[in-house]
């Protein structure tokens, strides 16, 4: 009973911390830029008056785009739940996991790329087509970058995968950590929507992806794709933790060490979100042609760390 | 009712549905009767199916002639019985569907010679997977590919079509060739015709491979692998619809039924590098075939490079299969050839939905080309729903069917990098999941892709504006295939389990288990499952709780209807995203395959003030390119050099004939 408990909390959890560690990325690229920037706090103010304000749908759109931001939404917790936060047990866990994660994902985005058509605008199609374009390469990396990941731990089950990645010794001694590792901050930096791959601050501009697809929405249905978003972010920073720095994440149901690991996980998830605004502050977007090259660069890396795990 | 009464069943089915055709033919009346007799015959090949699939021990009953070379034979096992079933359900549908269908013809064409020729065709479909011996499989192999010509030539008064006839003619019968000889070699080493007395035990290695390359070349010309695969895009578009979906959906997977008998069931697999180039091939067809696919603007050829993209995945199972047997696994061996089946099962459906959906949309506005579609979601709102759920399907979304075969492709991948040890083996593994996910992406985008520019947006020409929805029938048709994807998607469990017989049938491994729940080695021991149903149940709590979210945080809000914002300008239809832009990035990235060229002309206005352009833009077909056309050249230019003999006079054949006699009296001697 306990264990299912703490498991809803892992859920509740990440949905409520979403919004924070987008303010915390915010606040951070403000300081950079040398700006006074909106507190952390902003994400949740701007949900608020999101989940508030009437809304103003276009005269073309269909039942299609009046019920992508739901789907999107509902995948997202759906793919929560199986996602190890600060305990290894997830409420849902099964053997190839792994696969299902990324396809959710992947249902989230054929709803959202065809509520970006919907409506006509030349903008939601563009950035339509270029984020399917932009998943149809990053995807086959994302999975070999997993599997460079899940092979060694024998499993597609990600509660397994972060068990074993906990108790085993650790890994950072290894070519295949710090190889996977690489690749997979590629990859969460392309899933994320962030910069050098797309822009999630700007707005009305031809190079945006993510911004593109939603740019009819308005009112509640945009708070719930924002959130969205956010919830995936997230996810990807969860799951970059699980792999490469699965350290504190408790194994039993225990007071001190539940504390302790919730600490640690907090604490790591403002790191990588500090990370990320580092990185960020630190490249230009790039033209959206050359996308290609900096995830062949990631796929270059990802069999590689494969290579060595074999040959090691 | 046992499995011989099955059987018989069949076959007497077979018989009536061929000798209905033909009096349709001869008296071009009784299209109704054929109507009700497809379906009738259809639901009987169901039932018997799956009598057979149920219990498995098969039976076997013959047709003696004078000749012991042109007797008859059919049988019935569990694998058997697995085609069967899906001739008999994309068969039912494709009945219903067609009803309505065939009325778009009257007045311009003779529909009882396509009513005719549907019920045959399905007809030699199911008498191929019936078949007993090598002479019933060839004959009705030979039928079931002229029948399905001259279904793809119905409309014969265009060029095109003719054209995609020709081809497709020439090209099935290179293939069947190459079939031809793979089985008498292995009916000439087990001294029988007869398929329950093949036996290739005392066949020497070599002659086994060459056994398995011709039927790996004909059997690839029938189920479109690149590089036979040209024909495919051509004749598949130009069917009537309900018969695309029959050929899309079911015919090229009887190929995938004769390669299961041969390399399967008589040659018993063989070295490992057999399982390396089925899987390959494999995967460069499911890539080529996606990449292809996504730069169509003709709907129905875009499904029909998304059948040779499938037929590329079965195959990289099959592969996998192979590769497993060739290391002595044979639970993994039995579960990469389940996923065959399975994403086999599934393609059929979700191909033949979406065939069904763009013969819809064709019917009411005649025209294919999805650039000059959009907005239809609104004139046809059920065709759109059923069609979104193809879509989702064939691009492998939980909780469709398509993701099961998926999952199920990737796991017996994913085991194969697992249980090798040669690092190359590895990444070999390793690249098959790459392609498979990308495959999969890419899929996503080309069906985002033509649902999108076909359903969504705004209408982009007058073709759209008197489009309807279609007719009561068609739309049965579509929907009971669209349910039967979200069934088995949502309860895969017992139908996969149900496979587990015809399986046995090919590696002798009962996979009684559920396969959702057996270990496979030590990938998960314990909990190999997939939980689609956990999965679904949180999505609808989470739905609760963000209603519960948006009761407690949000008030009742509101909506207003605008027009869509256009920079400040009016929204026209030329404004939105076309089928051709979408794809834009795809063509880009990958110029290296479709060397894409454009042109642009100015054909009024002066040169600075044009008024009116033409633009042209094409890709090129890879295989075409750098395969067929220089064979072709190759074979012109010999043909230019035996030309200088052939000069017309007799004096000069006669000199000819006396040389050739002398030089023969020459060597006879």
Redesign the interface.
Known sequence: MIHVLLEILQVIFIIGVSPLIQGIVKRTKAILQGRQGPSVWQPYYDLHKYLNKDEVLSIHASWLFLITPYVVFVTMIAVVAMIPVFITHTLLSFTGQLMLVVYLFGLSRFFTALAGIDTGSSFGAMGSSRDMFVSALAEPVLFITLLAIALPMKTTNLTLITSRAVTGHSPLLSPTFYLAFLAFLILVITETGRIPIDNPDTHLELTMIHEGMILEYSGKRLGLMMWSAWIKQAIMFTLLLDFCFPWGISLVVHGSMLIASFIMVFLKLTVIAIVIAFVEMSYAKIRFFRIPRLLSAAFALSIISILTNFLL | MSVSIALNIAVVLVIINISLGLLIVVTRRLTYLGHAIGVVTSLGLVMSAVKAMFEPPQYVIFVDSAFAFTSLSFRMNALTGFFLLLIGIVGLFASVYGIDYVKEYAGRKDVSLLVAGALVFLATMASVVLAGNVFTFLVSWECMSIVSFLLVIYEHEQEEVRNAGFIYVVMTHIGTVFLTISFLIIARYSDSLSFNLMNTNHMPNVIKTIVFLFALIGLGTKAGLVPFHIWLPRAHPVAPSHVSALMSGVMIKIAMYGFLLIVFEFLKGGPIWWGILVSCIGAITALLGVLHALVQRDQKRMLAYSSIENMGLIFLGLGLSLIFMSLHDPILAAFSLLASLVHAFNHALFKSLLFFGAGAVLSKTHTKNMDRLG?I??KMPWTACFT?MGA?SI????PFNG?IG??ML??SA?AL??SV???WM??YA??L???L??T???V??AF??S???TF???PRSEYVESANEVGMLMRIGMAGLAGLCLFIGIFPARWVSMLGNSIREITGMSLKMNPFQFG?N???RA?????LI??LM??IL??I??WGI?RL???R??????????CGGT?T?L???TAS??????R??FQQIFRPSRTLQRTEGSEYFPSKFVYFSKVTSFAETYLYHPIIQTVLSMARLVRAIQNGQVQSYLAYLFVTLIVLLILVK
């Open positions: 907005g979601i609104r979104l989702l691009s492998a979304m939980p993701f998926e999952w990737f796991q994913f990098a697992m040890h040669s690092p590895g990444i390793v690249l999941v790459g392609s996910t990308m999969g992406a890419l996503a985008m985002v892709r649902f999108g520019s969504l947006a705004l496979m030590d990938i998960a909990d190999g499952r997939l939980l956990p999965v949180t999505s989470a739905l709780f963000l948006l945080v949000g008030r809000t509101s909506a207003v209807r605008m027009e869509t914002w256009a929204l239809p404004m939105t995203y832009g979408y794809s834009k990035p795809v880009v990235t």
